[in-house]
């Protein structure tokens, strides 16, 4: 064991109440992905689905039945957003 001096209980006082902070934030952290993923089991069971399976469904979709680009017009553009400008102040 190290000479830790005349400070050695501040320090070991410190090791351990960090480690007791990042045990405890690891117990956190996996509870509560536990907890989110039961309510997505249970969500899913429902008949609702994600987003993001959503986008991925229809990505391989339309990868699948067409290599071809779509057309330019098949994607509305929005208009350009036009910004005030700055009074001049009069004279």
Known sequence: MP??????AFIWAAYGVTLVAVVALV????SDDRRQRRLIAELERQGLTRRSAKAATAKA????????????SA?????????????KPKA
Request: no cysteine.
């Open 3 to 8: 000479d830790l001096g005349p400070h050695a």
């Open 27 to 30: 117990v956190v952290i996996v």
């Open 61 to 72: 979709a339309t990868a699948k039945t067409s290599t071809a680009k779509p057309a330019a």
């Open 75 to 87: 994607k509305p553009k929005s208009a350009p957003v036009k910004t005030p400008r700055a009074r």
